[in-house]
T-cell receptor
Framework: AQKITQTQPGMFVQEKEAVTLDCTYDTSDQSYGLFWYKQPSSGEMIFLIYQGSYDEQNATEGRYSLNFQKARKSANLVISASQLGDSAMYFCAMKESGGGADGLTFGKGTHLIIQP | AAGVIQSPRHLIKEKRETATLKCYPIPRHDTVYWYQQGPGQDPQFLISFYEKMQSDKGSIPDRFSAQQFSDYHSELNMSSLELGDSALYFC???????????FGPGTRLTVT
């Protein structure tokens, strides 16, 4: 079963609108971390935001916020006031604490295109 | 702020050749991770090192090996290269006690 599911392969959004990118996850661990990364066409992987499973408040970083709903196992990324430079691939990822696992597990990504 | 450094940024090799990718983590970060991202794919975890010891192993082929040196830089050695090894290879670093992993710019390997 997929551990990270991103159901939106692609999205078109008008500039200045808010964007919500969906992410659901599957884990039996009590302690885990959820991440969002941005990958522009140039290829680099840019860390955007992190949410720990025990964090009671939703994480925010500038225009980015993570809507964390633990019972529903969802960790949606919200981008407020989208800009043309937000056009990129966005990956949701998870790090589980069980079994000494170090690596992040990524979803398939959402290709976001901001239109002027 | 200092970021993860990877070299080379681009590499072209022929089938059956070997390649060595280098990674210099963010200063004071003690854990290094390697990921492989094929064209149109999500990154796949290969291997990680903490304090120069292998920490975790993912889907790394037996033809690949890696190590972390005393200055914390890491090298990924790839032998008997195949066409399917063409990918973007990322190194990431973190502090062991923290979850956040910061990625380098990647090395784009093309095998012809």
């Amino acid at each position: 079963a997929q551990k990270i599911t991103q159901t939106q392969p692609g999205m078109f959004v008008q500039e200045k609108e808010a964007v919500t990118l969906d992410c659901t996850y599957d884990t039996s661990d009590q302690s885990y971390g959820l991440f969002w990364y941005k990958q522009p066409s140039s290829g680099e992987m840019i860390f955007l935001i992190y949410q720990g499973s025990y964090d009671e408040q939703n994480a925010t970083e500038g225009r980015y916020s993570l809507n964390f709903q633990k019972a529903r196992k969802s960790a949606n990324l919200v981008i407020s006031a989208s800009q043309l430079g937000d056009s990129a691939m966005y990956f949701c990822a998870m790090k589980e604490s069980g079994g000494g696992a170090d690596g992040l597990t990524f979803g398939k990504g959402t290709h976001l295109i901001i239109q002027p | 702020a200092a970021g993860v450094i990877q070299s080379p940024r681009h590499l072209i090799k022929e089938k059956r050749e070997t390649a060595t990718l280098k990674c210099y983590p963010i200063p004071r970060h003690d854990t290094v991770y390697w990921y492989q991202q094929g064209p149109g794919q999500d990154p796949q975890f290969l291997i990680s090192f903490y304090e120069k010891m292998q920490s975790d192993k993912g889907s790394i082929p037996d033809r690949f090996s890696a190590q972390q040196f005393s200055d914390y830089h890491s090298e990924l050695n790839m032998s008997s290269l195949e066409l399917g090894d063409s990918a973007l290879y990322f190194c990431a670093s973190s502090l062991k006690r923290r979850y956040e992993q910061y990625f380098g710019p990647g090395t784009r390997l093309t095998v012809t």
